[in-house]
């Protein structure tokens, strides 16, 4: 498998945390999102992923992108460690916070959209985050063990860790969220979290680096 990835990237960062935890050896590319205005706008990366962004895989003789898509993939091709659980309503559960997320959470305060914002590119991605914070720590109230749904890393959890560390980015104040925080706590203490964090890239800047 080839991943094609940039070091802060939250989304392909949550698929290098499926690559790890399954197990899974690839070869990294990475593709800049801002160095020569953003190597994902090359006509080459643009045959690859139309959308022009990062993650994009290349396995099994086809290339994939979206994180959730490609995790799903993943999930259905090597089922050990499962990051779905078996349980229909727990399934439900993880899926719903990963949703929340990847949808209702992250492209709020994509690269993208901050371009558009201007000097008030902060305070927006600080309001995006909070707003899904408030939500996101409700419903772990009731669906958390160790982990976002139960004691089982699942799905969410590779959405969760990613999303923290953009907060953490932004400044955003965790205080309010202290069951978000002790979640992500706990998993930052996994290997697969700390092999693919974003200052352990092959691209990670040296002033960045662990």
């Not at 953003?38 to 993650?55: D, R």
């Not at 396995?59 to 659980?85: C, F, K, M, V, W």
């Not at 964090?197 to 092959?202: A, F, I």
Request: aromatic content about 6%; glycine content about 4%.
């Amino acid at each position: 498998p080839i991943l094609y990835s940039y070091f802060r990237s939250s989304c392909s960062w949550r698929v290098r945390i499926a690559l790890a935890l399954k197990g899974i050896p690839y070869d990294l590319v990475p593709v800049n999102l801002v160095k020569d205005g953003g190597q994902q706008f090359s006509a080459e990366f643009k045959a690859l992923n139309p959308m022009q962004q990062v993650p994009a895989l290349k396995i099994d003789g086809i290339t994939l992108s979206q994180s959730l898509a490609i995790i799903n993939y993943l999930e259905e091709t090597h089922p050990n460690p499962r990051l779905l659980p078996q349980d229909p309503k727990k399934r439900a559960q993880v899926r719903m916070i990963a949703d929340h997320i990847v949808s209702g959470i992250q492209p709020l305060q994509n690269l993208s959209v901050l371009k558009q914002m201007g000097e008030k590119k902060t305070e927006w991605a600080q309001n995006c985050i909070a707003s899904g914070f408030q939500a996101l720590e409700q419903i772990l109230q009731h669906t958390a063990g160790c982990y976002c749904v139960g004691d089982e890393v699942s799905m969410a959890d590779l959405c969760l860790v990613p999303q923290v560390a953009n907060a953490e980015r932004f400044k955003v104040d965790m205080s309010p969220y202290p069951t978000i925080t002790r979640i992500n706590k706990a998993l930052l203490e996994l290997e697969a979290f700390k092999i693919s964090h974003p200052s352990r890239q092959p691209d990670t800047p040296a002033e960045l680096r662990a």
